[in-house]
Nanobody, 123 residues
């Protein structure tokens, strides 16, 4: 699976961004899709993940109530709508395709990762 993340940019605190991840290659619908982020000097953390069918969702505590993950298997795409952004949301955001609904941020041998898109939230 090849993943291409986009939609990052510079936004003021309180603003919104919508990240997109386009997938190609193997059957997209068979993978759980997650968004992860890594801020400078910090470990990678999970933001949200959605199961292959879209029926199961998980959000980190920092994402709950502000971010929404969604997918369209017909379009081979997953999105992360981010509202009420805060400066602490500044990070490189990655999308990943996972064989299992796995919320651990560490990559596994079965994962596919995109190249990341930078989100910068100014105060």
């Amino acid at each position: 699976v090849q993943l291409q993340a986009s939609g990052g940019g510079l936004v003021q605190a309180g603003g919104s961004l919508r990240l997109s991840c386009a997938a190609s290659g193997r059957t997209f619908s068979g993978y759980a899709m997650g968004w992860f982020r890594q801020a400078p000097g910090k470990d990678r953390e999970i933001v949200a993940i959605i199961s292959s069918s879209g029926g199961n969702l998980y959000y980190s505590d920092s994402a709950k109530g502000r971010f929404t993950i969604s997918r369209d298997n017909a379009e081979n795409a997953v999105w992360l709508q981010m509202n009420s952004l805060k400066p602490e949301d500044t990070a490189v955001y990655y999308c990943a395709a996972r064989v299992r609904f796995n919320i651990r941020p560490q990559p596994t041998a079965d994962d596919y990762w995109g190249q990341g898109t930078l989100v910068t939230v100014s105060s």
